[in-house]
C-alpha cells in the first residue's frame, strides 16, 4: 500500500501577530512524490524545518492568489533557480498546478520578480517547470489530483479544494471555503480531510468555515480524521475534545506537526 503523510508547516492565517503559526501549508508525502500545497507568506522558511529536503519537492498547488497561500511561490522558484547554479544541487522538474488564471498569473510574477521568464529558466536550469491550470483531473504515477471550486468570496476570484487519491487512500485540503453541501460528496470517505477552520462558532465570518461546520462535514462525508487550520487568533481556543457531533479524529493543526495517512 503506498504510505502518506501530512507535514504542516503553517497552521495559521494572514494575520501576524500569531505566535507559532505561518499561514496555512502543507506537504503531502507519497512514496513517488512530495506535494506542496499553498505557499503563503514565510512558509518557505519552515520548510528546511521539516523532515522534506526542498530539490525533493515536485509539485505544487495553490489553491488561490491571496497572499497568504501564494505569496513565497517566486521564493521557492528563485531558490530552486539559484540552488541549480551556485551550488550544482540536483534540482528535480517542478510542476505548478492552481486555479483558472493561475499559469499567466506566475508567468507575470517570474517576468517581473526575477531576471529571467518561463522559457528562459526551462533553456537555462537543469530542470523543467511546468506551469497548469487545473482545469482537469491530473493523473501522476502514484495518485490523482482532483479539485472543485469553493465559495470563498467572487466568482471571478477562484478557490480549489484539492483531493489527492491512491488506490486505497484519499486526502481532501478544502482551501479557504466556507461550508457547502457538495463538499460533502467531494469529500466522501476521505481518509483525512484538512479544513479551513479559521474561526470558531461564535465568530463566524463569511467565506470560511467554523469548527461546527467542519465537524458537520467531516462527519456527513465519513472521513477518519478531520484537521483543523488555517486558525486565526480568535480559533486559538478551539478545543478538540469530547466533540460530540464528529466519530472520527480531529486533530488541530500545529506548524511542523506531521500526520501519518
Ligand atoms: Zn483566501
Ligand atoms: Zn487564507
Same mark, same amino acid.
Given at each position: 500500500?503506498?504510505?502518506?503523510?501530512?507535514? @504542516?508547516?503553517?497552521?495559521?492565517?494572514?494575520?501576524?501577530?500569531?505566535?507559532?503559526?505561518? *499561514?496555512?501549508?502543507?506537504?503531502?508525502?507519497?512514496?513517488?512524490?512530495?506535494?506542496?500545497?499553498? =505557499?503563503?507568506?514565510?512558509?518557505?522558511?519552515?520548510? *528546511?524545518?521539516? /523532515?522534506? #529536503?526542498? +530539490?525533493?519537492?515536485?509539485?505544487?498547488?495553490?489553491?488561490?492568489?491571496?497572499?497568504?497561500?501564494?505569496?513565497?511561490?517566486?521564493?521557492?522558484?528563485?531558490?530552486? @533557480?539559484?540552488?541549480?547554479? $551556485? %551550488?550544482?544541487?540536483?534540482?528535480?522538474?517542478?510542476?505548478? %498546478?492552481? *486555479?483558472?488564471?493561475?499559469?499567466? %498569473?506566475?508567468?507575470?510574477?517570474?517576468?517581473? /520578480?526575477?531576471?529571467?521568464?518561463?522559457?528562459?529558466?526551462?533553456?537555462?536550469? *537543469?530542470?523543467?517547470? /511546468?506551469?497548469?491550470?487545473? &482545469?482537469?483531473?491530473?493523473?501522476?504515477?502514484?495518485?490523482?489530483?482532483?479539485?472543485?471550486?469553493?465559495?470563498?468570496?467572487?466568482?471571478?476570484?477562484?478557490?480549489?479544494?484539492?483531493?489527492?487519491?491512491?488506490?486505497?487512500?484519499?486526502?481532501?485540503?478544502?482551501?479557504?471555503?466556507? %461550508?457547502?453541501?457538495?463538499?460533502?460528496?467531494?469529500?466522501?470517505?476521505?481518509?483525512?480531510?484538512?479544513?479551513?477552520?479559521?474561526?470558531?462558532?461564535?465568530?463566524?465570518? /463569511?467565506?470560511?468555515?467554523?469548527?461546527?461546520?467542519?465537524?458537520?462535514? #467531516?462527519?456527513?462525508?465519513? =472521513? +477518519? &480524521?478531520?484537521?483543523?487550520?488555517?486558525? $486565526?487568533?480568535?480559533?486559538?481556543?478551539?478545543?478538540?475534545?469530547?466533540?460530540?457531533?464528529?466519530?472520527?479524529?480531529?486533530?488541530?493543526?500545529?506548524?511542523?506537526?506531521?500526520?501519518?495517512?
Amino acid at each position: 500500500m503506498i504510505s502518506m503523510r501530512l507535514h @504542516v508547516l503553517g497552521s495559521g492565517s494572514c494575520i501576524f501577530n500569531q505566535k507559532d503559526r505561518l *499561514p496555512a501549508s502543507y506537504i503531502l508525502e507519497t512514496d513517488q512524490h512530495n506535494i506542496l500545497i499553498d =505557499t503563503g507568506t514565510g512558509i518557505t522558511q519552515n520548510i *528546511p524545518e521539516s /523532515e522534506i #529536503a526542498v +530539490e525533493d519537492i515536485d509539485v505544487v498547488i495553490n489553491t488561490h492568489r491571496h497572499p497568504d497561500h501564494v505569496s513565497d511561490l517566486i521564493p521557492f522558484i528563485q531558490n530552486k @533557480v539559484v540552488e541549480s547554479i $551556485y %551550488y550544482s544541487r540536483n534540482e528535480g522538474d517542478l510542476s505548478i %498546478y492552481g *486555479p483558472e488564471g493561475h499559469g499567466r %498569473y506566475v508567468k507575470n510574477r517570474i517576468e517581473s /520578480e526575477m531576471d529571467d521568464s518561463l522559457e528562459g529558466i526551462n533553456k537555462n536550469f *537543469p530542470f523543467n517547470l /511546468e506551469v497548469r491550470d487545473l &482545469t482537469e483531473e491530473i493523473s501522476l504515477a502514484d495518485l490523482n489530483i482532483g479539485f472543485c471550486e469553493t465559495e470563498h468570496g467572487s466568482d471571478d476570484f477562484p478557490c480549489l479544494a484539492i483531493k489527492i487519491e491512491t488506490e486505497s487512500q484519499k486526502v481532501v485540503f478544502t482551501g479557504d471555503t466556507d %461550508y457547502f453541501e457538495s463538499l460533502i460528496d467531494f469529500s466522501k470517505g476521505a481518509d483525512m480531510v484538512v479544513a479551513d477552520c479559521s474561526m470558531p462558532d461564535e465568530k463566524k465570518v /463569511e467565506g470560511h468555515m467554523t469548527p461546527s461546520e467542519c465537524f458537520e462535514l #467531516a462527519e456527513s462525508s465519513n =472521513t +477518519e &480524521t478531520l484537521v483543523l487550520s488555517h486558525l $486565526y487568533p480568535e480559533a486559538e481556543d478551539i478545543s478538540v475534545k469530547n466533540v460530540d457531533s464528529f466519530s472520527g479524529n480531529v486533530v488541530k493543526a500545529k506548524d511542523l506537526i506531521d500526520i501519518s495517512i
